[in-house]
């Protein structure tokens, strides 16, 4: 009897708490891939990820009622799996490798790619770069430093926004401007290196054995260009 | 107008969709009139392109979305034990 009256009691509290566990369920699971590519990023370890991505959104889930409606929930579930990670993977993997890639100027591939005879390339699929499978691709963004990788995934394979990327790692925007304008730079530089240790920068449409060409468009300007972005 | 450098620092913001109404009809009547810029800026999107179609083909295992599932059920039940008063046996 007792037990009967506290149930009927807590009813419409746990009516009300039901629907938002299957709210957060049902939104949660539709960035589950997005989820799970960008922890595989951070942690290169996919059996690692996995566990990232469950302790991360179970994280989410305990936290759910903190969440503000109508403010960002991707961005807000990308902020708990970057938590998540620092708290408890980070830690477990030890230092991050550093990285071996030198920094390049900007728009590199575009100026390695484009022909000494005034040839432009204007399609990265007329390029040898199209043979790049998803997995060279990813190892090249794997070659970034950590903070670089993470803000080169989130906005160029999940599109989100710089306010969004500024909120899911816990910097300012400027912070994500700048690193997303070194980490795109590294990132050319490894696919070049990507399809050159696939061999395939041997093709026609490439020069690899001629010297450096520093500014090989019409005006140079844009390939000395340098600076951060606006 | 802007010049070729305000406009290739401009490209990578302008390809995010991060800039002002007014910064972007600064980069595209430049883009309009530039041919060597036009052509970096349509490398840079198909190389954006080419990466996201590519990284996006990879998607969490199948057994990921089961596994989060059941472990989201399991912190419900421990929720639920934990707000539920403890319950007096009548006899």
Partial sequence: MNAEAADKATKPDQGEAAANRARFEDEALKHLDALYRTALRMTRNPSDAEDLVQDALVR??????????????????????????????????????????????????????????????????DTVLDQLGADAIRRAIDQLPPQFRTTVQLSDVEGLSYAEIAEATGVAKGTVMSRLFRGRRQLQRALWDQ???AGFTSGSKVHVDGPARPDSDTNGVVARARGGTR | MINCRDCARALNPYLDR?????????????????????????????????????????????????????????????QEQRRRPPQIRGD
């Avoid at chain 2, 972007?24 to 490398?43: K, P, S, T």
């Fill in chain 1, 60 to 125: 989410a889930f305990r936290f759910y009622d903190r969440f503000e409606p109508g403010t960002n929930f991707r961005a807000w579930l990308f902020k708990i799996l970057t938590n998540t990670y620092i708290n408890s993977y980070r830690r477990k993997q030890g230092r991050p490798q550093e990285s071996s890639l030198e920094d390049t100027e900007e728009f590199f591939l575009y100026n390695q790619l484009s022909g000494d005879e005034g040839e432009r390339v204007t399609d990265v699929e």
């Fill in chain 1, 195 to 197: 399809a050159k240790a």
């Fill in chain 2, 18 to 78: 991060e800039l002002s109404d007014e910064d972007v009809v600064q980069v595209r009547m430049h883009l309009d009139a530039c041919g060597g810029c036009l052509h970096v800026y349509q490398f840079e999107e198909s190389l954006r392109r080419l990466v996201r179609v590519r990284c996006q083909q990879e998607g969490a295992p199948v057994w990921l979305r089961e596994r989060v599932t059941v472990s989201l059920a399991m912190e419900r039940i421990r």
